[in-house]
């Protein structure tokens, strides 16, 4: 009965690199939300997902990030040309449809840019 | 816009000691609202919620019900163990973005033997 899955756990990245965060929902689950944590902060929405849908970008910034959730395979967040502000927890979290705010959230991958 | 607010950590009790960590919210619908907690090195588990107005939430000896008058869900249990020790999440669900979640900034809290 696995949980969300996320990898990597710690991922270093170089300024101007491409960071990429994968995600496996819990099975059986179609929505997939990505959020990130800055220190000190609570966490904050960046997208929604469904299979092969973005349904809600509005906390996603608009240049570098990107998101996708393919028909098979897990969820990718992927954030181009990486700076210092980047360096966060990103939480990726999986629900069933209708569940509202019942979600089930991954450990987290922890990116640090130097 | 929505948002959630929490009791500033860290907060530090012996075993058995009361727990309250306040939460209070701003929503212009009504909205379900949520208690998660985070283990050290672990992902966010949902400990408890509450669809609407005068609803209790509770599991696990935690307890928390959701008061629309002073726009609150504060989170109690009566006698907290050192397995307690982690970090706790208010956050609220309005429904219109299908279910993103706000979070508050969350609270520590470290129970000593």
């Known amino acids: 009965n696995a949980g969300v899955m996320q990898n990597p756990r710690h991922l270093v990245r170089r300024r101007g690199q491409e960071a990429r965060l994968r995600c496996s929902p819990v099975?059986?689950?179609?929505?997939v939300y990505w959020y990130r944590q800055l220190p000190e902060e609570g966490l904050k929405f960046m997208v929604y997902?469904?299979?092969?849908?973005?349904?809600?970008e509005s906390g996603m910034p608009k240049e570098r990030f990107s998101a996708e959730f393919p028909k098979e395979g897990p969820s990718i967040l992927r954030i181009q040309q990486v700076v210092r502000g980047d360096s966060a927890a990103y939480f990726c979290?999986?629900?069933?449809?209708?569940?509202?705010?019942?979600?089930?959230f991954g450990p987290g991958t922890r990116l640090t840019v130097t | 816009g929505d948002s959630v607010t929490q009791m500033e950590g860290p907060v530090t009790l012996s075993e058995e000691a009361f727990l309250t960590i306040n939460c209070t919210y701003t929503?212009?619908?009504?909205?379900?609202l949520f208690w998660y907690v985070q283990y050290p090195g672990e992902g966010l588990q949902l400990l408890l919620k509450?669809?609407?107005?005068?609803d209790k939430g509770s599991n696990k000896g935690f307890e928390a019900t959701y008061r629309k008058e002073t726009t609150s869900f504060h989170l109690e249990k009566g006698s907290v163990q050192v397995s307690d020790s982690a970090v706790y999440f208010c956050?609220?669900?309005?429904?219109?973005?299908?279910?993103?979640?706000?979070f508050g900034k969350g609270t520590k809290l470290s129970v000593k033997p």
């Open positions: 979290a999986s629900s069933k449809p209708g569940t509202g705010g019942e979600q089930y």
């Open positions: 099975k059986g689950h179609s929505h």
């Open positions: 997902l469904q299979k092969e849908n973005i349904i809600d």
């Open positions: 929503a212009t619908g009504y909205p379900s």
């Open positions: 509450a669809t609407k107005a005068d």
């Open positions: 956050a609220l669900s309005d429904g219109g973005s299908q279910g993103n979640l706000i």
